[in-house]
């Protein structure tokens, strides 16, 4: 088991590493197209319920999950957010009205990791095909990278060597694959801190709008999870004592820190391995484009895959990472300036140039995900 059957066609071997939402759509995507991927993660499971993590579904992602019935799913279960706002001492800078973009599926919709998780494995087991947890790949420096060879730990202190015939890292910002690959992941790091908290309320809230509070300096987001329970996001360690919540709390479900990141590896393929999601790009939650862009490499590669086009992969997927890189950050810069002259610029230039209609359609196709090139195997007008 793990060795590489060798030759062409779909009897090659594929070897997935990660079992979060990037592995899983690779691993859904191949199966649909007749593969039988093997999909491993260190992990005891998917993401626990209580850990919302990514939330943002946007009509990229449900155009590319269509096709394997999962997108139908997701907009059952999900919240549609219709409106984002940007404000600014209790005056209005920004809103979108989401529903202004047309298509198929709505703009975005949030729903919580764990549940988009457990959405694709119910539908990668209607295939035979499940993730073996705890089962980790050893980081050692790959001689062939033509012929990949990893060791896979499992928990109880068996391993076994792997030789797929094609090893796809989907492992995450800290990825073991992208370390063996031998790939640098450079890039940089702001220096503030973001923090978040996700609340249940004792009472129905409104779930379907986003919104930025500006504190000049600083920034508090607020962005629905699920239905009762609201997301925020900050830069200010007190945040917490500056939300204005719309009911009263029942429980905080889960909080959190970290520091953002812009990093992406190019190339992001070396003969018969393939970097996919976080273990080849890292950016700011800003626009949610985070999990899309990954389950976009996932379900481009295993369409290259099924081609025959594989090793096209890192030249098409390179420029929608660095489009996305680029936006996210001058989005995050937009909503973290401190100089007060700059800040004072945004606040009076942001609403003059949301009301022309050029500038207004492109932010809202970033937010649809609909700036990066659409997939060529699906025929739906965007």
């Not at 062939?144 to 910002?173: K, M, Y």
Request: glycine share 10%.
């Amino acid at each position: 088991m793990g060795e590489g059957i060798g030759g062409q066609g779909k009897s090659r071997s594929i070897l997935i590493v990660g079992g979060g939402p990037v592995g899983l759509v690779a691993a859904l995507e191949l199966a649909r197209r007749g593969f039988s991927p093997r999909i491993v993660d260190d992990g005891t499971g998917p993401t626990p319920k209580e850990e919302s993590r990514a939330l943002g579904v946007n009509a990229r992602t449900l155009t590319l999950l269509s096709p394997s019935g999962v997108a139908e799913r997701i907009i059952a279960a999900a919240q549609p957010i219709e409106r984002f706002r940007v404000r600014s001492n209790k005056k209005i800078l920004i809103e979108l009205d989401t529903r202004e973009v047309k298509g198929r599926f709505s703009a975005i919709c949030a729903l919580p990791q764990g549940n988009t998780e457990r959405l694709l494995m119910e539908a990668l087991s209607a295939y035979g095909i499940s993730p073996e947890w705890q089962t980790a790949v050893v980081a050692e420096a790959m001689v062939d990278l033509q012929e990949p060879e990893v060791t896979l730990r499992r928990a109880d202190g068996t391993s076994e060597t792997a030789r797929p015939d094609i090893l796809i890292g989907a492992d995450g910002a800290h990825s073991a694959v992208r370390k063996a690959f031998g790939a640098g992941f450079p890039g940089e790091a702001l220096e503030a801190y973001f923090y978040l908290a996700d609340f249940r309320y004792a009472e129905p809230v409104d779930t379907h709008f986003g919104e930025i509070s500006l504190f000049d300096p600083g920034m508090v987001g607020r962005l629905p999870v699920s239905d009762g329970i609201i997301r925020y996001i900050s830069t200010l360690e007190d945040f917490e004592s500056r939300i204005a919540h719309p009911a009263a709390v029942s429980e905080k479900t889960w909080a959190s820190q970290f520091r953002i990141h812009f990093r992406h590896v190019e190339p992001m393929a070396k003969g018969n391995v393939f970097l996919a999601g976080d273990a080849a790009h890292i950016h700011s939650p800003a626009g949610a484009r985070g999990m899309n862009l990954g389950i976009e490499d996932a379900c481009w590669l295993a369409w290259l895959i099924a081609e025959g086009r594989e090793q096209e992969y890192s030249a098409l997927r390179i420029p929608a990472v660095k489009q996305v890189l680029k936006q996210t950050y001058g989005l995050t810069r937009l909503v973290t300036m401190q100089n007060p002259l700059a800040v004072a610029a945004r606040n009076f230039l942001a609403p003059l140039l949301l009301r022309f209609g050029p500038v207004r359609r492109q932010l809202l196709r970033g937010v649809a995900g609909y700036d990066t090139p659409k997939p060529p195997w699906i025929d739906w007008a965007e």
